[in-house]
């Protein structure tokens, strides 16, 4: 099913196309609208697809919509506010028997701990390949091989004056807490390895991990990876230094 209709913004869109040039990325940076108000994208609406799903479906070039009521992860439901946790989920019960953990004592903790956006915040999610689409984003998540997602990182540290940068995880809800939730509510990036949930229900690789950021450090961003292209990924990724190393060997 398709509905249309918003606002163009094409400065995300050829930033994003930037981005995937600069970096060579094999998949496309994928724009996250949280929306308060069910508007109508020139979108797919979704049916009983994970967040993390749709995340895989944007990155492959699709405009997706999320309602929560087609939202099928519970973890995420509660992660965007949507609806509290099962009590299996909220006791670490259903880690447990999942093999994730061994105590439940722990699995409970993990998911108490997650981010979470306020109830009703939101009523639906618009996920989109920035490089396509005229649209403006509240963050942006970027799924691709993690020598890739590096040059971002260090971006942004460069955006922050060389401030280091952290990342929060508890290896589940990859790309929903780690790289949407938290990019949002703490208005900064952060980086995940993905999780359980990510790896069995999408097609994401052993060599790919999740980043995710605010959309409004997207310029900055990407200036600082115009800069790094000039001279230090071309000279990293030509492994002048091992060649050199292989050659005294």
């Not at 699709?62 to 939202?71: A, F, G, T």
Request: charged letters at 25%.
């Amino acid at each position: 099913m398709i509905c249309k209709g918003d606002v163009p913004n094409v400065e995300f869109r050829k930033l994003g196309a930037e981005m995937k040039e600069i970096l060579g990325l094999k998949w496309s940076p994928v724009g996250v609208r949280l929306m308060s108000a069910e508007e109508v994208p020139n979108a797919e609406i979704l049916v009983k697809h994970r967040y993390c799903q749709a995340v895989m479906r944007a990155r492959q070039g699709h405009s997706v919509l999320l309602k929560k009521e087609e939202l099928s992860c519970p973890a995420a439901l509660s992660a965007f506010g949507f609806e509290e946790l099962p009590e299996k989920l909220r006791s670490g019960k259903t880690l447990v028997g999942f093999g994730i953990v061994s105590d439940e004592k722990v699995g409970q903790k993990m998911l108490l701990g997650m981010p979470k956006l306020k109830a009703g915040l939101i009523c639906q999610i618009h996920l989109f390949p920035l490089d396509r689409f005229d649209y403006k984003p509240e963050v942006v998540v970027v799924e691709d091989e993690v020598e890739k997602l590096m040059w971002i990182v260090l971006s942004y540290l460069h955006a922050r004056g060389g401030e280091r940068v952290q990342a929060s995880t508890a290896v589940l809800q990859a790309a929903c807490g780690d790289a949407t939730i938290i990019p949002y509510l703490e208005n900064r990036l952060n980086f995940s390895f993905g999780c359980y949930g990510c790896r069995d229900a999408t097609d994401i690789v052993t060599n790919e991990a999740v980043l995710g950021f605010p959309a409004a450090l997207l310029s900055s961003i990407v200036e600082n990876l115009r800069n790094l292209a000039k001279r230090a990924i071309p000279t990293s990724r030509s492994k002048q230094a091992w060649a050199a190393l292989q050659k005294r060997e």
